[in-house]
């Protein structure tokens, strides 16, 4: 269909369903949104590929949708052509925030489950989020051609959780195409059309931005009232800034010029933004000179883990400034700020969501931009009481204060809910009370599968614990987890030394009852992978004054009695001696290099 034939005046309001496809990782959302596209005549055969929507090479490579996509559609149905705004989203627990802000931009949501897996933690957290803000809710169960499907068991599992009707629940399979037609027809008959007027003052949701080399900010907009088109001025109620409108369409499927969007729509704009400061996410944009009341702010999204990066190459470090800054635009959620290291030089502490989106932005970093970097082991933020009553925010281990100034420290704390086969509950009991976990609840959601809820401190859960999870399930549990606050906790600083030289990237905040066994497993793994030098290493692990662990790195040595042949042992002592003195000048002198293995080694569990 050529955009330029169509008219977008007259898709009025009650012509248009804005709607969003809401699943946990891996149940079918971007192959549904491949079908939908493809059956609506959006992508033609020359353009068809897998996962059409995830843009991103670390989203290809590792079948998971990262960022939120959206795509226009037209639809007839019963002699009426409908424009269809769909807005694909992420999975994963890290990136419910991707998920909810673009929940704002929908009345409806398609709720999609594996026939085969059936409902998962994020299933729930997802309909929750689709629930409190009062989407319609279209429940459909994925994968029904698979032989191992269970379509009966999952449904009854929907309809126990979610009080959903027999009837409502869509059989489908996204791969052969069961069942797309019955969604295309269920969103117009069921999800609302936006209310919303085209006659009222220009009012528009910024819900999404990310950065084109050539064309600046490109933000997405769902336009609540009145008409925006090319050339017209308008301001960001928040930063007050002002802009002309370069370019304004749909996404059909990537960026189509329209000259004007209108009531209930929603598409792109560029208006000449040069930086993730101009575009924020939950912007309200109006008329320059017709304010409008804006929209309630998102909220805004909350750190969870924060690592350090740094360049391997110090003269690298503008290169990574301006990589940050341009992935940091299309991910607006990595809280970002410069850091220098003794060990490791200039570079940026960042704080992310979770592991995952962690390990993403590291991928992005290397893929996109072709750099070298060093993560540090990640932190998570603790509050620290004084006594002399302040209390202050401390996320990274190196700027924790004097033992003697604390007189609490509080740990922030999670509610996670695993679901997870009966058959396992016991491995991941143990996994969860050895991670300090306090146990909040036990239900059956059927015969064979639990869901668990526990209380469980984020420093314990920031590095191996959902890599461990999936191994003792054998990849059959799934996690979720929102923010609980905080509590106190009985914790201290653990230094890493090299020769008795603090290295401050290596400190870690640990609990004391796990202080011995980490210093111990910590010193043993580093052992491991500082190379030999000259002279020999002490690795130690120290908490204040005391040393809880120690590993040595023998000398490389050099066999300095070669030359002598036969005569006095005097002459061969002599030359050992002089090397022992050589070498504890060397060792009072000499830097040991810590490879990027010895950062990697602390974020890594040790191998049995």
């Known amino acids: ?97 991707e998920v909810s802000r673009s929940l704002y931009a929908c009345q409806g949501a398609v709720l999609l489950v594996d026939a085969t897996q059936g409902v998962q933690a994020q299933t729930m957290a997802n309909f929750y989020l689709a629930f409190d803000q009062n ?37 489908a399979s996204a791969k052969t195409g069961i069942g797309i037609k019955d969604i295309l027809n269920a969103i117009i008959e069921r999800i609302p059309n936006p209310e919303s007027s085209k006659e009222k003052p220009l009012k528009a949701l910024l819900f999404d931005s990310w950065f084109d080399e050539y064309k600046g900010v490109i933000c997405l907009i769902a336009v609540k009232d009145g008409v925006i088109k090319k050339g017209d001025s308008i301001t960001l109620y928040q930063s007050q800034r002002s802009y002309e409108v370069l370019d304004i369409g749909l996404m059909y499927p990537n960026e189509t010029s329209t000259n004007a969007l209108y009531a209930g729509q929603v598409g792109y704009l560029i208006a000449g933004m040069k930086t993730v400061q101009e575009a924020r996410v939950g912007e309200t944009i109006y008329h320059t000179k017709k304010e409008v009341t ?49 060990a490791l030089g200039l570079g940026f502490r960042c704080g992310f969501l979770g592991l995952l989106h962690m390990d993403v932005f590291r991928q992005r970093l290397e893929q996109e931009y ?10 998570v933020l603790y509050k620290v009481k004084l006594t002399n009553g302040q209390t202050i925010d401390i996320e990274n281990p190196s700027d924790f204060p004097d033992p003697q100034r604390i007189e609490e420290i509080y740990e922030p704390i999670i509610d996670a809910t695993i679901i997870l086969p009966t058959k396992y509950l016991g491995p991941v009991i143990e996994l969860c009370q050895s991670k300090r976990g306090i146990q909040k609840g036990l239900s059956y959601l059927s015969e064979d599968r639990v869901i668990l809820k526990y209380r469980l401190p984020l420093n314990e859960t920031a590095t191996e614990f959902y890599d461990t999870l999936k191994s003792i399930t054998s990849g059959y549990a799934s996690l979720d987890y929102e923010d609980a606050g905080y509590q106190p906790g009985d914790l201290v600083k653990m230094d890493i030394l090299l020769n008795g030289k603090p290295v401050d990237a290596l400190a870690i905040i640990v609990h004391k009852e796990n202080a011995y066994d980490l210093g111990k497993s910590l010193v043993h793994r580093l052992r491991k992978v500082i190379p030999r030098q000259m002279f ?32 006095d042992i005097t002459r061969k002592r002599k030359l050992l001696e002089k090397q022992k003195e050589g070498k504890k000048k060397m060792k009072q002198v000499g830097n040991v290099e810590i490879p990027q293995e010895a950062f990697l080694s602390i974020l890594k569990k040790e191998e049995s």
């Open 1 to 97: 269909m050529d955009l330029k034939k169509i008219d977008l005046s007259k898709f009025t309001p009650d012509r248009i369903r804005n709607f969003s496809v809401i699943a946990h990782i891996d149940h079918g959302k971007s192959t549904l949104c491949d079908r939908l596209l493809e059956i609506t005549g959006t992508i033609s055969e020359r353009e068809k590929k897998e996962q059409f929507l995830d843009k991103l090479q670390v989203e290809r490579e590792r079948g998971i949708t990262v960022k939120a996509q959206s795509a226009s559609m037209f639809y007839e149905y019963k002699g009426e052509s409908y424009l269809l705004n769909l807005i694909d989203t992420p999975g994963h627990v890290d990136f419910s925030y």
């Open 135 to 171: 989407l319609t809710i279209i429940p459909v169960i994925n994968k029904i051609d698979i032989a191992s499907a269970d379509p009966d068991r999952v449904a009854d599992e929907m309809i126990n959780l979610f009080d959903f009707k027999k009837e409502e629940i869509i059989l």
């Open 294 to 342: 804006p929209f309630p702010g998102f909220k805004p999204a909350k750190p969870m883990v924060f690592a350090g990066i740094f360049p391997v190459d110090n003269d690298e470090f503008d290169q990574l400034r301006d990589a940050i800054e341009k992935l940091t635009l299309s991910d607006s959620s990595v809280k970002v700020e410069k850091k220098s290291s003794v």
């Open 370 to 379: 072709g750099l070298s970097i060093i993560i540090t082991a990640p932190s």
């Open 536 to 567: 020999e290493i002490a690795v130690q692990a120290a908490i204040g004054a005391k040393i809880v662990a120690r590993e040595s790195i023998s000398a490389l040595r050099k066999n300095v009695t070669a030359k002598c042949y036969g005569g």
